[in-house]
């Protein structure tokens, strides 16, 4: 009797020194900012958003106005996992600002420059995740060498099955000088490619096949053909008082467009039904519409698009917005 | 009609004659600095922006900046395009074959199969490139040209090379030449068919 009563309070010793001796399990948590790579200005509205094209003389806020000016929005998550410092993007804008002038952008800062005001560098870059292949998302790839690309199989897929299409109307990357009037692979110049094509030959891309957890928290969701064939959503867990984030690239073009139920951005590739699915996904995982953040949404960096309204103006005109700090991280706001 | 004067005179007005002469001078170049600090200092005229009403693929078609091709820089874009456009296509035909390979099959005998074709593409592409006479303007945009399509060939010949020793190098290599190419050929569309890509 006594002998066992001995081994069961060892038993309860050792489990009680295994319990302390086991690190705290402590809630992974992430500092968010959102970074303005460019904007576009002066886009028709209803070019942008069919709901809200602009009526003459109409008195109607849906209708009034003319043109827009769209942001072009990169997510910066950074944490610590593991023990491993992490800076992951969402998206990875252009760079193409000395040879694509046309496309009538201002405000440009390199993604690159943009990180240094928040105090990170490229190479401290470990992951980048494009919501889709276009050149204006995934355009500066090759500015960061030891980031891993993320980009889902079916945006692959896409592109291929519209370049090999039997029909020279549809293969076209353009149908003529000027334009590309929708034909699926427009969007995606040999540049763009050529750096998603240089991340798998260095060994840093992974294709992503539909829904993956890329690090505790953080998830990628397949929105496909909600804007292009492969487009994807990164849903983060900050840990934090803000919740849940949900990166939606260009499903959520227009952040008004999920809070009022509008589509955004139309796409040959997209179909107006999953984009509302996509839409419907961060009302599922963020609990409402304040959490999605958008790509190209007109009033980002303002209080009428609140989870950006903590903004200020960084080089050559181009916001910051910082949305949510995990402990120990300090603001960045100039 | 001058009169004749005396020595001291003749001196005094000498002396008049030449201070004003300096005057002169020293008016004149005066002048010419102002001239020439205003000129540097004045801004040029931008470009005119224009909105453009229609809507051709990706999010918008907003403004962009008017082109000042002249005709024959004009003639020669149009002639251009229909080769661009294949070179495009060629290209990234080359890029996913590389992609496939690497990502799929792994199969270099798939790989030689898809670029083998490439390579005659660029080819022909060059010689059709080469047959169109750029205007005097744009003699440096259409030697430009001329070398990306050769990268791009090149490009394809060492893809090939992995079907002989599967070494990854030649798609690395082959890569790099196809970057070189794609950003050539990126900053002439900026110049000869504006607007060739939309935000999107």
């Given at each position: 009797m006594k002998s066992s009563m001995k081994k069961a309070l060892v038993a309860v010793g050792l489990a009680a020194a295994a319990t302390l001796a086991a690190p705290v399990a402590q809630a992974q948590s992430y500092s968010v900012w959102l970074v303005e790579n460019s904007r576009f200005m002066n886009v028709p509205y209803g070019a942008f958003m069919p709901d809200r094209v602009f009526v003459p003389g109409s008195t109607s806020k849906m209708n009034n106005i003319n043109t827009v000016d769209l942001p072009v929005n990169v997510g910066v998550i950074k944490g610590t996992v593991n023990g491993k410092a992490e800076v992951i993007l969402a998206d990875a804008g252009w760079k193409q600002q000395d040879y694509l002038k046309m496309t009538g952008s201002d405000h440009y800062s390199a993604v690159v420059d943009q990180l240094k005001l928040l105090g990170i560098s490229a190479g401290q870059v470990t992951k980048i995740i494009v919501g889709h292949g276009h050149w204006d998302h995934a355009g500066s790839?090759?500015?960061?060498?030891?980031?891993?690309?993320?980009?889902?199989?079916?945006?692959?897929?896409?592109?291929?099955?519209?370049?090999?299409?039997?029909?020279?109307?549809?293969?076209?990357?353009?149908?003529?000088?000027?334009?590309?009037?929708?034909?699926?692979?427009?969007?995606y110049p040999p540049k763009t490619l050529d750096e998603i094509y240089g991340k798998v030959l260095a060994g840093k891309a992974v294709i992503v096949d539909g829904e993956m957890e890329v690090m505790p928290g953080i998830n990628i969701h397949p929105a496909h053909h909600a804007h292009t064939a492969g487009s994807q959503l990164i849903e983060v867990k900050t840990g934090t008082s803000v919740g849940t984030l949900v990166f939606g690239s260009d499903v959520y073009s227009s952040w008004q467009g999920i809070r009022d139920w509008m589509m955004a951005n139309p796409q040959s590739s997209a179909?107006?039904?999953?984009?509302?699915?996509?839409?419907?996904?961060?009302?599922?995982?963020?609990?409402?519409?304040?959490?999605?953040?958008?790509?190209?949404?007109?009033?980002?960096?303002?209080?009428?698009?609140?989870?950006?309204?903590?903004?200020?103006?960084?080089?050559?005109?181009?916001?910051?917005?910082e949305i949510t700090l995990a402990p120990g991280e300090s603001s960045k706001k100039k | 009609m001058l009169k004749d004067v005396s020595g001291p005179q003749r001196t005094a007005r000498m002396a008049t004659l030449k201070g004003f002469g300096l005057g002169v001078l020293v008016v004149g170049l005066i002048g010419i600095v102002a001239f020439a600090v205003i000129r540097e200092n004045v801004k040029p005229v931008e470009p005119k922006v224009e909105a453009n009403a229609s809507f051709v693929g990706g999010l918008s078609q907003h403004a962009h900046e008017t082109m000042a091709l002249s005709p024959e820089e004009e003639s020669y874009a149009t002639a251009l395009w229909p080769i661009h456009s294949e070179v495009k296509l060629a290209a990234v035909r080359m890029i996913f074959a590389g992609l496939a390979y690497k990502t799929e099959d792994h199969d270099a005998k798939k790989l030689r199969a898809k670029v083998q074709p490439l390579t005659k593409t660029f080819e022909d592409a060059g010689i059709r490139v080469r047959k169109i006479k750029p205007p005097a303007a744009l003699q440096e945009a259409h030697n430009t040209y001329v070398e990306?399509?050769?990268?791009?060939?090149?490009?394809?010949?060492?893809?090939?090379?992995?079907?002989?020793?599967?070494k990854d190098e030649h798609l690395i290599l082959a890569q790099q030449r196809s970057e070189q190419a794609s950003l050539a050929i990126l900053k002439l569309s900026d110049v000869l068919w504006p607007g060739e890509y939309k935000p999107n």
């Open positions: 790839l090759s500015d960061f060498p030891n980031a891993v690309l993320y980009i889902q199989k079916k945006e692959l897929e896409g592109i291929e099955w519209a370049i090999n299409y039997p029909h020279p109307r549809i293969s076209a990357t353009n149908v003529s000088p000027g334009g590309c009037a929708r034909t699926p692979a427009c969007g179909d107006t039904a999953q984009q509302f699915l996509a839409y419907e996904k961060c009302y599922k995982l963020t609990g409402g519409y304040n959490n999605c953040i958008s790509g190209h949404e007109p009033t980002s960096y303002t209080a009428e698009y609140p989870i950006t309204k903590n903004s200020w103006v960084g080089a050559n005109g181009a916001r910051l917005a | 990306a399509v050769k990268l791009y060939s090149s490009a394809t010949r060492e893809m090939i090379k992995v079907a002989d020793d599967g």
